[in-house]
């Protein structure tokens, strides 16, 4: 500013101008220490300097006031009296306000680095969490990749064994006999230079009936007769009886020893094999949904322990075996080909029950029943996992067999719950099932299995009598005392047994057998003659077969044995009483010879018994006998019920070791001493187990038959001998033969009828009246008691609606319509017709008469129609055959009602197996779904037998006489009845060995078996009906001839009914009784 301005300002301008930035921060001070100095500046008098208090020096803008202020005396003294005390004040302050700054800098330092400690943690904390989760995401991505790589390798493993079985099918359909290369392969000395001859071997398949018998044989790719294999020396036995089974010897051959002429084929056709490239090329299954549940697991079979994994998806069981296991690197190869599930695949839309199963005397096992009629079993690690299993699988419970809920909770029960919940012991008591049905259902949910050879299936001996020439079963003798277990039967072994019992000195369980009733060893024992069975023995004994004096060789031996022997309590196994190729050495081991000079081959029979299968019937017979029906829940009480354990079992001289017994002993709480626990499996393994107890008190009697008989429907009572023999004649107006009756008279049924067709292909539904009916049965009462049991269809009657009973479409002229040419549902709502020109058969409803499908298969016109009998639902098996001399097997949904189980594709269904074998037209056929077979007969030839997958089993043949068949009916109870022509007449078993042949003077046009397979219908043109017994064509009765040829037959369900198909267009009913002849003719042997 220049010089001469400033001298022109006034004083106040100056001060304003000098103090400017100065006076704001003074008066701040003023005011912020206002109380302070208010008390501190006062004047000579004590007078406040500024009247209105330092306050207002807020709101003064005037440096003036302040200038005078700071300048006057009245400060300046102020100052000087108060500024010492002032400082020491301000400098007190400044200390407290330092020592608070200082608290409340350190607390808040404390608090930040609280705060970044935790800061700091929880990073490192979800430091950590993100590396967790990083390798949790990597393990679950490797397990990922591993359950994949497992799946994957096991698809592998399932395609390569199906297309070993499509291979071993194929070859049989082109090596048999009847196959495209049959003849060449007959020329042995050709194509098998190194083969000595051809040998057909057999082997027991696992296909169980509905009885859960396994009866049928099929070909054996890996058989052998076993020639290098010796016997045991008396030497070779130590004084243990299971000696071999607690050391078993495992060791790795080849998988065929004595190779059969088709694996030797095999192997020359297959040339470079490119099968490994091939299955690198396929595609592998797709899993259909996720993992459900992934587990290990062990594949339960006979003689075979395979660890692996268990998954289980949203459709799906898959199992692989851990083939890097040393455990299954020791099985035998020869053992494993026949051990079915290493790398197995299942629907769930195959399951058909699911029990819960113990091994090792654990409650940790479950056994799978598929629709194909086998079952799996598999063992988990524990309980928990068994449920969650359970959980994963379709809820079908134990299956619809037994009269229990298809639910979960039924799988998980234990066997006493099933036992109290089932249906079964009522109807057993009511003789609505047979003795043997009712022990095969004690021993399935006891938990007795095929799959694991110590829980074998058992059943009584029942027959004390194996030495006469004749056998009566109305004598008391013959049959044992079911009361007393096997090893009291003889009073001196009962005694010196209840000696060993009172006199036990041994840390365990005192017990009056050291031995059991049922091992691993007993059942390889009976089954010795059969594979796969004599490779399961020879792999438990060491690769030896017994010493022949100790070799299964004879009934009434084996009988002498257990009574007398104190080492012997064997009871008997499920096989006696219905499988007669147990006693046969078909495949023609070397068993040595007895002491006496005697070679072991077939078993010897008793006397009463000329071949294996008459034994197995009359044993049979003697188990559904009325003696054996008092006493066997006596037996009952000793196997399964309250005299199995504790008191009453040492009182009844049934108390075994006690390793045998469920809870026993818990195998887990040995996990930390594994060699002790491989010690306890063993001796596990070798003594037996005993069933799982049913029930805690007295087993209930059977009725009597007696007081059954005075029932109205008894199956036991027979109607008075001079009732009638015909019971109506129901005379259609059109006089064209009826040449096809179908009487499905069930009281369930919509509408229960007779469906009769004629040759004129005009059909009549005809009402049935179930004038003995089941009390209580829908449309049952009392007045139809007395009516007649079949009304004629109203619209044939009235002749007011033929056009909806009449076939109109044509046939070709060349068919022979016969009863073969049609078929009815189970529902009596479809027929199924064939014969037409354009190679198909056509289903139409009989309710309409309109056409619903027809079915194209065949090249050449359809011949013949079968059903089998149909399952819940009204589902069936359809077969046709052709012109074309093949067969196509079809699939009947009684869902939808047509052939076939997609109805978006019903024009076009697809076969479920193309049969083929035949040389000339297929003229009759026979289906039994319950078998699993389907027997055909050509123009010319030998009838063949089939799987109903397709394979041909064999061919039967009759004698030279018979080449010509024309009708086959074939029972579940395995007897396959062939009318040849020119009245010949032959029944062979469905293993296929000629059991019975006759010949009659009449021409046959219809036979029929009885439900239970025991007897024959037959009649034909000259009108009489005969009936025979089935298994000897020994003639039961003769009817009265009627005045009209036979063309076809049917029995009610009841089997108290008979309806013929009259050449003259009537239909005739007759009184029959199975049970009247049983009893006349079926007591002495």
């Avoid at 099985?331 to 290493?342: H, N, Q, T, W």
């Avoid at 000329?610 to 196997?639: G, T, Y």
């Avoid at 469906?755 to 005009?762: N, Q």
């Avoid at 108290?1056 to 009184?1071: D, Q």
Wanted: glycine share 6%; net charge negative; aromatic share 10%.
């Amino acid at each position: 500013m220049p010089e001469d301005t400033m001298e022109n300002m006034s004083i106040t301008t100056k001060l304003e101008r000098a103090l400017e930035k100065v006076a704001p921060l003074l008066r701040e001070i003023f005011v912020d220490f206002a109380p302070f100095l208010s008390r501190t500046l006062l004047g000579s008098h004590g007078q406040e300097l500024l009247i209105e208090g330092l306050v207002c020096m807020k709101s003064s803008t005037s440096v003036v006031e302040l200038v005078m202020l700071l300048c006057s005396q009245e400060w300046q003294n102020s100052i000087q009296k108060n500024a010492g005390l002032a400082f020491i004040e301000l400098i007190n302050e400044g200390r407290l306000l330092c020592h608070a700054m200082k608290d409340h800098i350190v607390r808040v330092a404390n608090e930040a680095e609280f705060i970044l400690n935790r800061q700091r943690a929880e990073d490192v904390h979800k430091h950590a969490e993100f590396e967790s989760n990083c390798t949790q995401y990597a393990a679950d991505r490797k397990e990922e990749e591993t359950m994949c790589d497992h799946l994957i390798s096991a698809a592998k493993h399932r395609d390569h064994v199906t297309a070993n079985q499509l291979k071993q099918k194929i070859l049989n359909i082109l090596t048999n006999k009847h196959g495209a290369w049959g003849t060449v392969a007959q020329r042995s000395s050709c194509l098998f230079p190194f083969s000595s001859q051809l040998h057909d071997f057999w082997r027991l398949d696992y296909w169980e009936d509905d009885l859960r018998r396994r009866r049928r044989f099929i070909r054996n790719p890996f058989g052998s007769t076993h020639l290098d294999i010796t016997y045991k020396s008396l030497e070779d036995y130590g004084p243990e009886e299971d000696k071999a089974l607690r050391g078993r010897k495992g060791f790795r051959a080849q998988a065929v020893v004595s190779q059969s002429p088709e694996t030797e084929l095999m192997l020359m056709l297959e040339g470079d094999d490119d099968a490994v490239s091939l299955l690198q090329e396929k595609e592998v299954d797709n899993l259909a949904g996720p993992v459900v549940l992934s587990t290990p697991a062990q594949l339960i079979a006979p003689v075979t322990v395979a660890r692996g994994t268990l998954s289980i998806t949203t459709t799906e069981i898959y199992f692989e075996v851990d083939e890097d296991e040393p455990a299954f690197r020791r099985i035998d190869a020869k053992v494993l080909v026949y051990s079915e599930g290493l790398h197995g695949k299942w629907m769930f839309s195959e399951i058909r029950a699911v029990f819960t199963r113990r091994f090792l005397l654990q409650n940790t096992a479950l056994e799978i029943f598929m629709a194909n009629r086998t079952s799996v079993m598999f063992n988990f690690p524990d309980q928990p996992t068994v449920k969650k299993v359970v959980y994963s699988l379709p809820c079908v419970g134990v299956g619809t067999s037994y009269g229990l809920p298809q639910a979960r909770r039924i799988s998980l029960a234990s066997p006493r719950q099933l036992f109290k919940s089932s249906n079964m012991t009522q109807r057993w008591q009511r003789r609505e099932i047979s003795n043997f049905e009712y022990l095969m259902f004690l021993n399935t949910i006891a938990g007795r299995t095929y799959n694991d050879l110590n829980q074998y299936p058992v059943f009584p001996w029942v027959l004390t009598n194996y030495e006469s020439e004749e056998l009566d079963l109305t004598v008391p003798g013959n049959f044992r005392d079911l009361s007393k277990p096997i090893g009291a039967l003889n009073p001196k072994r009962a005694v010196f047994y209840a000696d060993r019992y009172e006199s036990w000195d041994e840390e365990t369980p005192p017990c009056h057998y050291t031995t059991h009733y049922s091992t691993a060893a007993s059942t390889l024992h009976w089954l010795v003659r059969i594979e796969p069975f004599t490779t399961f023995f020879l792999n438990a004994n060491g690769n030896k077969f017994d010493h022949p004096n100790r070799t299964f060789s004879g009934v009434a031996r084996s009988w002498r044995h257990c009574q007398r022997d104190t080492a012997d309590v064997k009871e008997l196994i499920p096989e006696f009483y219905y499988l007669p190729e147990m006693f046969v050495n078909s495949n023609g081991y070397c068993l040595g010879d007895r002491d006496d000079g005697v070679p072991v081959c077939d078993v010897e029979l008793p006397a009463w018994a000329k071949k294996p299968e008459d034994f197995v019937r009359i044993n049979r017979m003697a188990l559904e006998s009325e003696f054996v029906s008092c006493q066997l829940h006596q037996w009952i009480d000793l196997i399964f019920g309250y005299k199995q354990r504790g008191p009453e079992a040492a009182r009844a001289l049934n108390v075994f070791h006690h390793l045998t017994y469920e809870g026993s002993i818990n195998l887990d709480s040995l996990a930390s001493d594994p060699p002790m626990r491989e010690a306890m499996e063993a001796q596990i393994q070798s003594v037996g187990q005993t069933p799982s107890q049913l029930l805690i008190e007295p087993h209930p009697p059977r009725s009597s038959a007696m007081h059954l008989c005075f029932l109205p429907q008894s199956p036991l009572m027979f109607k008075d001998q001079m009732q009638q023999d015909v019971i109506m004649v129901l005379k259609f107006p059109s006089n064209s033969p009826v040449t096809h009756v179908a009487a499905n008279t069930l009281p369930h049924l919509t509408l229960p009828a007779v469906v009769t067709i004629t040759c004129s292909r005009l059909f009549a539904v005809n009402r049935w009246h179930n004038t003995v009916g089941l009390r209580g049965a829908p449309g049952y009462s009392l007045e139809q008691a007395h009516h007649l049991p079949i009304e004629m269809d109203s619209l044939i009657a009235n002749n007011s609606g033929t056009n909806k009973r009449q076939i109109t479409d044509l046939v070709d002229q060349s068919i022979q319509i016969n009863t073969q040419c049609f078929v009815v549902t189970a529902d009596n709502r479809y027929i199924l017709v064939c014969g037409f020109w354009d190679k198909s058969f056509r289903v139409y409803s009989s309710d309409t008469g309109k056409l619903t499908q027809i079915v194209f298969g065949h090249w050449d016109v359809v011949t013949c129609l079968a059903r089998s009998e149909s399952y819940i639902g009204g589902d069936c098996y359809i077969v046709s055959g052709s012109r074309d001399a093949t067969l196509l097997l079809w699939y009947w949904s009684g869902r939808h009602h047509i052939i076939g189980d997609n109805p978006n594709n019903s024009d076009y269904p697809a076969p479920r197996a193309v049969l083929t074998g035949h040389d000339y037209e297929v003229v009759c056929v026979s289906v039994c779904a319950e078998l699993g077979i389907v027997i055909s007969g050509a123009k010319e030839g030998p009838c063949l037998v089939h799987t109903i997958t397709g394979d041909l089993l064999r061919a039967l043949e009759g004698p030279d006489s018979c080449v010509l068949p024309r009708l086959i009916s074939v029972s579940s109870e395995g007897h396959c009845i062939i009318y040849y022509d020119r009245g010949q007449f032959c029944n062979f078993s469905i293993n296929g060995k000629l059991l019975a042949q006759m010949e009659i003077n009449d021409s046959t046009r219809a036979i029929l078996l009885s439900s239970d397979g025991q007897n024959l219908v037959t009649g034909g043109d000259s009108g009489v009906v005969e009936v025979w017994q089935a298994c000897d064509f020994k003639q039961l009765y003769v009817y009265p001839g009627c005045d009209a040829g036979i063309r076809a037959m049917d029995l009610s369900h009841d089997q108290r009914t008979l309806i013929t198909g009259m050449a003259s267009g009537s239909i005739v009913a007759f009184n029959i009784d199975f049970n009247r002849w049983h009893f006349e003719h079926q007591n002495r042997y």
